[in-house]
């Protein structure tokens, strides 16, 4: 199985949705201007409420990353961090499940 999560941000406070990692996983960001922030986030915490920064990029990207626990992640732009324009977001992955036969 695999997936992706796409976004086109063009406000403060926005993120794509989210999506189950575990391995690796692609990050694609583009036409980040104006001071814009864009933030990967994965969901923390006992009872799965909270989010926590995993990185941050002020400039288009195109990289890659590994979580070795299956784990909900996202990506966007965080409140007070966009400048102007539209900045595009992939987060891809794909993910095999572990606990079946």
Same mark, same amino acid.
């Given at each position: 199985? /695999?997936? #992706?999560?796409?976004?086109?941000?063009?406000?403060?406070?926005?993120?794509?949705?989210?999506?189950?990692?575990?391995?690796? &996983?692609?990050?694609?960001? /583009?036409?980040?201007? !104006?001071?814009?922030?864009?933030?990967?986030?994965?969901? /923390?915490?006992?009872? !799965?409420?909270?989010?926590?920064?995993?990185? =941050?990029?002020?400039? =288009?990207?195109?990289? &890659?990353? &590994?979580?070795? #626990?299956?784990?909900? %992640?996202?990506?966007?732009?965080?409140?007070?961090? &966009? !400048?102007? !324009?539209?900045?595009?977001?992939?987060?891809?992955?794909?993910?095999?499940? %572990?606990?079946?036969?």
């Amino acid at each position: 199985m /695999s997936g #992706e999560v796409t976004a086109s941000i063009t406000a403060q406070n926005t993120f794509s949705d989210t999506i189950k990692v575990q391995g690796y &996983f692609n990050l694609s960001i /583009s036409g980040i201007a !104006g001071g814009t922030i864009v933030t990967v986030q994965k969901q /923390s915490g006992v009872d !799965g409420t909270n989010w926590t920064d995993v990185d =941050d990029f002020s400039s =288009d990207i195109e990289t &890659f990353g &590994f979580e070795a #626990e299956r784990q909900n %992640y996202r990506v966007g732009v965080k409140t007070g961090e &966009f !400048g102007s !324009g539209t900045c595009k977001v992939r987060l891809g992955c794909k993910w095999i499940d %572990y606990l079946s036969s």
